[in-house]
């Protein structure tokens, strides 16, 4: 899968400022046949900008009165992440009473049944087609979602990067900006290391995958100017992404290395491997930074009584990211603006430090009753999650 899902407070509505100001930063997608809501509507609709997750929209702001039809087709579908993921969706669609509702297709891990399901959803009559296409290689997954693109279909990737061409192979990809991430995890690591700086690790998904490669762009270009930290590992450490995997990497590095200083993983729920690791290896913990896991929120407090040295940095898992495709796809349909980023640049959700402005300390991102895979910073609220989660 090209994007790690196993993985913030509700996006504020856009102002007139904000749009102008992300606006001058995007291009609009002309394309009729990828659009489903024709050239006029598209163009309304700002694709492949980046911005701020306080720049997204409010649904009501492009909710019309033309009815919408909305398909969501996940490559996996099978843990919290993906349950949330829907369920935020469904949430999203709620806010619009012109969306009917939301069909939906899990791949299961299989891409012949996801691309079966981005298929049946054309042939439904979706008019918005939301896909995670993670069932393969994103490209695997081009020819399906191209075709649903020329059959009028808006569709729009989420959360895995298909590779392809805004505005012929589909409408847009909306996700997190890769490479900021690894900007944000670096600059918080150096600050924790202090003018002495230190020794620190990357870890990442599977071998060669884009995503840990962009997070890894952003990590050296922030290092190159803090020559006195040093980025033992030159290319993401291969742990597909799986803690028993993560734990087993990161042991073999503690063995390799005697003074590792902190640790960015790309993926919270496998970072819980690296805790393991060091405490396996009868050493102290050190600064974490990765994305937001109940586990490690939840877990900080009593960590931290015995690990001076162990702080945690998380940005958020993005398990609301699909509400932002919905409302460009309703905003295509029914012909109105939508200058909300497609690519968020996503600051920290947590610092155990409190430095980060607008971050929460673990023990108030935890979520004591939900899974140890579920990432606190969804926008679903306590009482919709524990609801989800008793079903």
């Given amino acids: 899968m090209p994007t790690h899902r196993r993985s913030l407070a509700t996006a504020t509505a856009l102002g ?4 102008l100001a992300v606006t001058g930063c995007s291009t609009t997608n002309k394309t009729a046949s990828a659009t489903g809501g024709g050239p006029s509507a598209a163009a309304q609709v700002a694709v492949g900008n980046a911005g701020p997750l306080s720049a997204a929209a409010a649904m009501a702001s492009v909710c019309g009165d033309k009815p919408v039809k909305v398909g969501l087709v996940d490559g996996l579908g099978t843990n919290s992440w993906s349950k949330i993921v829907r369920a935020e969706i469904e949430d999203e669609a709620r806010k619009c009473p012109a969306v009917s509702g939301v069909e939906y297709v899990a791949g299961r891990g299989d891409l ?5 399901g981005i298929t049946s959803m054309a042939s439904k ?16 997954h081009l020819s399906a979602l191209r075709a649903a693109a020329n059959a009028g279909v808006t569709v729009l990737p989420i ?3 298909p590779q392809g061409k805004p505005g012929s192979d589909y409408f847009d990809y909306v996700d997190w900006d890769t490479p900021y991430l690894g900007e944000v995890w670096a600059k918080w690591m150096i600050d924790r290391l202090g003018p002495d700086g230190g020794n620190i690790v990357m870890l990442g998904g599977p071998a060669g995958n884009p995503v ?21 590992t030159d290319e993401p450490v291969t742990t597909n992404w799986d803690p028993a ?17 902190g640790v960015i993983s790309d993926y919270g729920a496998a970072a819980t491997g ?7 290896a009868g050493r102290p913990l050190v600064p974490i930074a990765t994305t937001d896991d109940n586990e490690l929120s939840c877990g900080f407090t009593a960590l931290k009584a015995k690990n001076g040295g162990y702080e945690l940095a998380t940005v958020s898992s993005r398990t609301w990211i699909g509400r932002v495709a919905l409302r460009k796809g309703v905003a295509v349909v029914n012909g109105k603006a939508d200058a909300e980023p497609s690519r968020l640049q996503l600051d920290l959700f947590e610092d155990s430090t409190g430095g980060a402005d607008g971050a929460v300390a673990p023990d108030k991102a935890c979520k004591a009753d939900l899974p140890n895979d579920a990432p606190p910073s969804s926008q679903l609220d306590t009482a919709q999650l524990a609801t989800l989660f008793q079903g």
């Avoid at 007139?16 to 749009?19: E, N, P, Y």
């Avoid at 690296?274 to 396996?280: D, F, K």
């Fill in 125 to 140: 009559g979706v008019n918005v087609l939301l896909v995670i296409p993670d069932a393969g290689p994103g490209p695997a």
């Fill in 16 to 19: 007139t400022a904000a749009v």
């Fill in 245 to 261: 995997m993560e734990q087993q990497a990161m042991s073999g590095l503690l063995a390799k290395y005697p003074k590792i200083d």
């Fill in 212 to 232: 840990s490669q962009a997070h890894l762009s952003g990590i050296k270009k922030v290092l190159a100017g803090a020559p006195q930290v040093k980025l033992l």
């Fill in 112 to 116: 012949q049944s996801t691309l079966a």
């Fill in 274 to 280: 690296v805790l393991r690791a060091y405490q396996s």
């Fill in 159 to 161: 959360a895995a990067d």
